[in-house]
């Protein structure tokens, strides 16, 4: 993502936070259920499981491959390892 050592892992620790979050907002969208009806829309379950599975698994592609990306840093292992 960037060369500078220091902003590829701020980076990428933003954006593992980011997929945390929607993680987070994915569960508690499900756990509170669909908006109230909206006429024109047609059932509400019908848009509510496509867009909270779409969150959900951008949410996981963002932690897996940017998590992937920080443990890979040869500084970051030097600095998780170091006593």
Request: some cysteine; aromatic content about 20%.
């Amino acid at each position: 993502m960037f060369e500078w050592t220091p902003l590829r892992i701020a980076g990428d620790l933003f954006l593992i936070a980011s997929g945390a979050f929607f993680g987070l907002f994915c569960a508690a969208a499900v756990s509170q259920g669909p908006l109230p009806d909206i006429p024109h829309l047609g059932s509400k379950w019908f848009w509510f499981w496509p867009t909270v599975a779409v969150q959900f698994t951008w949410s996981i592609a963002l932690i897996s491959f940017f998590g992937r990306d920080v443990i890979h840093i040869p500084e970051f292992r030097r600095f998780m390892s170091s006593d």
